[in-house]
């Protein structure tokens, strides 16, 4: 009788395990439903808003949803609500380098059915690259984004120090940059620093490092970090990140990306390498007296800035698949793009409005100049973070890795043990 | 008539405990058997999940990340459990006697009980701030250098456990408590009588009388520091170059930010099966004697 009840037991389980896990065929059910819903980033609620309430306008009877979740929290939600085959979404918002993942575990949908040829390569290259996975067009690009340094005015006059070019050319090396920043940091109060960045251990600013110095973070094939995480241009350049919170002491220790914004406009930091739609704080900010300069370079190397986007991307499980891709292209092509561009003040995807940047007179005045300056790092030194299957595993661990050498961990040690770590957690995509 | 007696007598435990059983079958049963189940399948192109025997196994034992929180979680139970049984049974003796301030006394140790581990959690961290927390400013005033903290490997450790034993012991000391309050008066008469010292009285008769409840502490306390997660979350992430990462914070990551169920899974099997054999040998020590 007891062994009766425990094989029972095991049988229902290991049934619901797999009915629960294997649900793989999606119904195609006819679209009766109007309703769009939408996993989103809470960062954008007013231009997202705005979007909807004119496509809502445009598409009597139609009503989008939005869910919106914290940066931190939004990808976890997406895993947890797609990995359970729900059906209740239709249209996910996420960050490029997730796209290759959520398209291998069937996530999301090709757009390549409801999208023409030339509506595709609307997108600068890059972020086109970005939207494809094994040959095929899934998630178009709602926005894009690059790094530039922001530099507070009155810091940079009190330590008597000519203001940085703004100028594309006129570009520093890290070397110059890092002596200006020790001047700085001896001319003032022991609270101000020299430097940060904004994305402080995040792969997505801290990477260009490496890459300056032509040093990849994976290899070709998506898998190998041996020879890639730990090549001595790598280590080189990890040093560097290293010794300006330690030995040279210019950037702060203990501080979390989410403060190093309000560490510039408290005034407590010099320079600030930030997102170029950083300005939109700024400008809110009184008294701060900025200005922007190009983000510096190592001098055996060649400048490059991060680049990449927010996607928008079809769920695999919607039962509205038509309606969901109608909206996906008004957000990220049409007249919901200008709406959501227009009102976030963020940098566009399209190579019309990338274009329009370089002529048009409402980006001749600073801080609007500052587009222009992006939009040349954007057609020339921009590089998009790896697009690799198991981008979260190696991301998870070169933010913590990034994090260590910045809390001074011997930089070769902290880059062999990614190795390992990332080699272990990618060996299941083999 | 009496056979329906019988059946009712018979039917009325099992209907009595019949809601317990429900409620433990959820969610405690199910999950355990779903995550033993779940370890033995991973996921392949386009979320379709196939059945792989051990492949998740032999995945972790060759993972240096997995075998390290391996030893992170053996570290912190070595330290904290210890710690908190010992300082609880301190407490519990001295909040025992009779004085004047002994139910302020009470309540003031019981505080951090009463505080969430989320919240505490947080409060520890502004506490610990490298650059602006109010230590390394009290530290400043005594002329000691800043000190990492949580952003040292060789502090972040030692952290976690201050931290879990300032907040665990108190609640532990309430059990400690009720089994010493049990104690009979006229052992103690007696152990008087036969010419006993402090410690003799301790540890020939407090502490032997004290066991049913010291066993459900030993065995509970294990239980929760094995599964130790909020403060890792909430504290380190897991680093300073893996120096907190335990096996639960290892399953929560492997699920929830890699979408690696496989992997979660077997991680929490392997902890099960670590918690059994673990509370397996303290049962057999711990077992009462006539």
């Not at chain 1, 509506?119 to 970005?130: G, I, P, V």
């Not at chain 1, 680049?307 to 957000?331: C, Q, R």
């Not at chain 1, 981008?391 to 933010?399: A, F, L, N, P, V």
């Not at chain 2, 492949?55 to 139970?77: A, C, I």
Request: charged share 20%.
């Amino acid at each position: 009788m007891k062994k009766l009840f425990v094989f029972l037991i095991i049988l229902v389980v290991s049934c619901s395990f797999i009915f629960a896990q294997g649900k793989t065929e999606v119904t195609e059910e006819a679209s009766t439903s109007s309703t769009i819903k939408f996993i989103t980033y809470g960062g954008y609620h007013d231009a997202l808003t705005a979007v909807v309430e004119a496509f809502e306008k445009s598409h009597p009877g139609v009503t989008v949803e939005m869910e919106e979740f914290p940066f931190n929290q939004l990808f976890d939600a997406i895993e947890i609500k797609m990995g359970s085959k729900d059906d209740n979404y239709d249209v996910i918002l996420t960050d490029a380098p997730m796209l290759t993942g959520y398209a291998y575990n069937g996530f999301i949908a090709p757009m390549e059915e409801y999208m023409t040829e030339e509506e595709m390569n609307s997108f600068t290259d890059a972020l086109k690259d970005s939207s494809m996975y094994d040959g095929k067009f899934y998630a178009p690009p709602l926005k894009n984004s690059c790094a530039i340094v922001w530099y507070n005015k009155d810091i940079l006059d009190k330590t008597g120090i000519p203001y940085p070019s703004s100028e594309y050319e006129d570009r520093m090396t890290w070397s110059e940059f890092s002596d200006i920043c020790i001047k700085v940091r001896n001319a003032n109060d022991p609270s101000v620093y020299g430097f940060t960045f904004e994305q402080i251990s995040r792969p997505y600013q801290v990477l260009v490092l490496p890459n300056s110095l032509r040093a990849e973070g994976i290899g070709p094939d998506g898998i190998t970090v041996d020879g890639f995480v730990n090549s001595p241009e790598f280590i080189e350049s990890m040093q560097w990140y290293q010794d300006i919170h330690n030995k040279l002491d210019i950037s702060p220790k203990g501080v979390a990306p989410a403060e190093t914004q309000a560490l510039f406009t408290a005034g407590k930091l010099c320079f600030l390498a930030g997102n170029m739609f950083d300005y939109k704080t700024f400008e809110n900010t009184p008294d701060l007296n900025y200005g922007y300069m190009p983000l510096p370079y190592f001098e055996n190397g060649t400048p490059v800035t991060p680049t990449d986007s927010w996607h928008v991307g079809l769920s695999n499980y919607s039962k509205n698949k038509e309606l969901a891709a109608e909206f996906i292209k008004y957000l990220t092509l049409y007249e919901g793009n200008d709406i959501y561009l227009d009102v976030q003040g963020d940098f566009g995807a399209r190579k019309d409005v990338l274009n329009n940047y370089l002529v048009d007179d409402n980006f001749s005045e600073f801080p609007k100049t500052s587009f222009r300056l992006a939009a040349k790092e954007a057609m020339n030194t921009a590089k998009p973070r790896p697009l690799i299957l198991g981008y979260r595993e190696w991301e998870s661990i070169m933010t913590s890795t990034m994090e260590d050498i910045r809390n001074n961990a011997p930089v070769k040690e902290a880059l062999d043990n990614a190795v390992n770590s990332i080699a272990a957690q990618l060996a299941i995509y083999k | 008539m009496l056979s329906k007696k019988i059946n009712k007598k018979m039917i009325e435990p099992y209907l009595l405990v019949l809601p317990a059983l429900i409620l433990i079958m959820v969610f405690k049963i199910y999950p355990i058997l779903y995550s033993v189940i779940g370890s033995f399948f991973v996921k392949a192109k386009g979320g379709i999940i196939k059945f792989a025997w051990f492949t998740n196994y032999k995945f972790l034992f060759n993972d240096p990340t997995f075998t390290n929180s391996l030893w992170v979680t053996f570290k912190l139970n070595i330290f904290i459990t210890p710690i908190q049984i010992i300082l609880g049974i301190a407490m519990a003796i001295y909040l025992n006697r009779n004085f004047k301030s002994v139910r302020i006394a009470r309540t003031l140790i019981y505080i951090p009980v009463a505080i969430n581990m989320v919240v505490a959690s947080t409060i520890w961290n502004m506490l610990l701030s490298p650059n602006q927390g109010p230590i390394n400013s009290i530290f400043a005033k005594f002329g000691i250098a800043p000190q990492p903290f949580l952003t040292s490997p060789n502090q972040a450790l030692t952290l976690i456990i201050i931290i879990c034993c300032w907040k665990g012991v108190a609640y532990w000391m309430i059990f400690l408590l009720a089994g010493l309050q049990n104690v009979s008066p006229s052992l103690y008469e007696a152990g008087k009588i036969d010419g006993t010292n402090y410690f003799q009285e301790l540890f020939f008769i407090t502490i032997p009388m004290m066991k049913n409840s010291l066993k459900f502490v030993i065995i509970s306390d294990t239980m929760i520091n094995l599964f130790l997660f909020v403060p890792v979350y909430m504290l380190t992430g897991g680093g300073p170059q893996g120096s907190t990462d335990t096996l639960m914070y290892e399953a929560y990551r492997a699920a929830f930010k890699f979408a690696n169920y496989g992997r979660s899974y077997s991680i929490v099997t392997i902890l099960l099966l670590i918690t059994f054999i673990i509370i397996g040998i303290q049962m057999h020590f711990l077992k009462n004697e006539d």
